[in-house]
């Protein structure tokens, strides 16, 4: 069975940072492109990254760009999240999701999700 | 990268048949085969229920069925049943990329 486990979400100040785990199993980890995706409390689903693979591809939402680090080892079958300069628009239920396809990029969905970890950025 | 249009909510009475739709542009729904849609009950994960425009993973009930006009995608569920009742989302790759959600559609049971 594919589990995704999230850990790592907490409340943090303005300005300051956080790193988000993803913990895999059950699936080939080293063979799939991993996403973040989150939700603001109230408001709907927004992409924020993806991590191809092999680690090799790495894309970030504009909202991101230049914050966020994805990050995976696959020897670990982890995937992390660097959240820097975290403004309190982050704050989000953090998902880690599956794309469906073996060694695809994107594009074909997401077919296994996590429960999600919280991210609170307040002073 | 501006989200997809969702309506805000649909209703329907147990057994009759919805249609969600999901309008994007000529940059993402209209112009790959690469739309997905995700049922989200509150404080769960996410759940795919088509890929690719029409398909259903397993384990999705036949129910379930979507299509793709232009740059309009839509989900319709036929013979609503209770357990139905969920926020619904739209995903499409984008040229912008590579995702991109839609704003959410809140189903009610009736």
């Known amino acids: 069975e594919v589990q995704l486990v999230e850990s790592g979400g907490a409340v943090v100040q303005p300005g300051g940072s956080l790193r988000l785990s993803c913990s895999a199993s059950?699936?080939?980890?080293?063979?799939?492109?991993i996403h973040w995706v989150r939700q603001v409390p109230g408001k709907g689903l927004e992409w924020v990254s993806l991590?191809?693979?092999?680690?090799?591809?790495?894309y970030y939402a504009d909202s991101v760009k230049g914050r966020f680090t994805a990050s995976r080892d696959n020897s670990k079958n982890s995937l992390y999240l660097q959240m820097s300069s975290l403004r309190p628009e982050d704050t989000a239920m953090y998902y880690c999701?599956?794309?469906?396809?073996?060694?695809?990029?994107?594009?074909?969905?997401?077919?296994?999700w996590g429960q999600g970890t919280l991210v609170t950025v307040s002073s | 990268q501006s989200a997809l249009t969702q309506p805000a909510s649909v209703s329907g009475s147990p057994g009759q048949s919805i249609t969600i739709s999901c309008t994007g542009t000529?940059?993402?729904?209209?112009?790959?085969?690469?739309v997905s849609w995700y049922q989200h009950h509150p404080g769960q994960a996410p759940k795919l229920m088509i890929y690719?425009?029409?398909n259903r993973p397993s384990g999705v009930p036949a129910r379930f069925s979507a299509s793709k006009t232009d740059n309009t995608a839509s989900l319709t569920i036929s013979g609503l049943q209770a357990e139905d009742e969920a926020d619904y989302y739209c995903?499409?790759?984008?040229?912008?990329?590579?995702?991109?959600f839609g704003t959410g559609t809140k189903v009610t049971v009736l």
């Open positions: 690719e425009v029409t």
């Open positions: 995903c499409s790759y984008t040229s912008r990329g590579p995702y991109v």
């Open positions: 000529s940059s993402d729904v209209g112009g790959y085969n690469f």
């Open positions: 059950g699936f080939i980890f080293d063979d799939y492109t």
């Open positions: 999701a599956k794309e469906i396809s073996l060694l695809a990029v994107a594009g074909t969905g997401l077919d296994s």
């Open positions: 991590i191809s693979w092999d680690g090799g591809h790495t």
